[in-house]
């Protein structure tokens, strides 16, 4: 299966994408959109919900894996945040693709065996399991990754699956 793991963020949105057969992973691709401060929100949306389509349409994934949204103290934030990630499903469901959310608690969990994590821990299992040369830049990237393995690691139960639109 062809995961697309999302971090999702209005500035940063990092991704990952996957492959993981027979209990491997091979990498396919990661980055991250980033959208200017100075942008419009709705230029930012656009410019999110623009490269991903790019990136679906290169990749060809069949699985989507977004983190839920963790709220800090800035609500404000946290509604942009929201926003983004509203573009992130819709384009998703759009593209037909399996659609499956995970929380910062089950991420780790998963790709570092304990749920309370830092992020440095996370960034170096994500580095050692996908064999990658130097850890991914920026953190958003890491975590997209991290969603993807999380995925990899789940995404079989049907538990872990909110939209089926095959």
């Known amino acids: 299966m062809i995961i697309l793991g999302i971090d999702p963020g209005l500035a940063i949105v990092g991704w990952g994408v996957v492959e993981y057969e027979n209990a491997k992973f091979r990498v396919l691709g ?3 959109i980033n959208t200017p401060a100075g942008m419009s929100t709705p ?3 656009s410019r999110i919900d623009l490269g991903l ?3 679906i349409e290169k990749y060809r994934p069949t699985e989507l894996a977004v983190e839920e949204l963790f709220w800090n103290t800035n609500q404000t934030t946290g509604i942009r945040v929201a ?3 509203g573009v992130i499903l819709c384009r998703g469901f759009n593209e037909r693709l399996n659609i499956s959310e995970y929380t910062p608690l089950q991420v780790k969990q998963s790709v570092v065996g304990y749920g309370r994590a830092d992020k440095k821990q996370v960034i170096s299992m994500v580095t050692m399991l996908l064999k990658l040369p130097a850890p991914p830049k920026p953190d958003d990237t890491a975590d997209a990754l991290a969603i993807a393995i999380c ?3 789940t995404g079989g ?3 872990s699956k ?3 639109v095959k």
Request: proline share 0%.
């Open 53 to 55: 389509k790019e990136i």
């Open 83 to 85: 926003e983004a990630r």
């Open 151 to 153: 995925h990899a690691h």
């Open 157 to 159: 139960s049907r538990i």
């Open 43 to 45: 230029e930012r949306l």
């Open 30 to 32: 990661y980055g991250s």
């Open 162 to 164: 909110y939209y089926n």
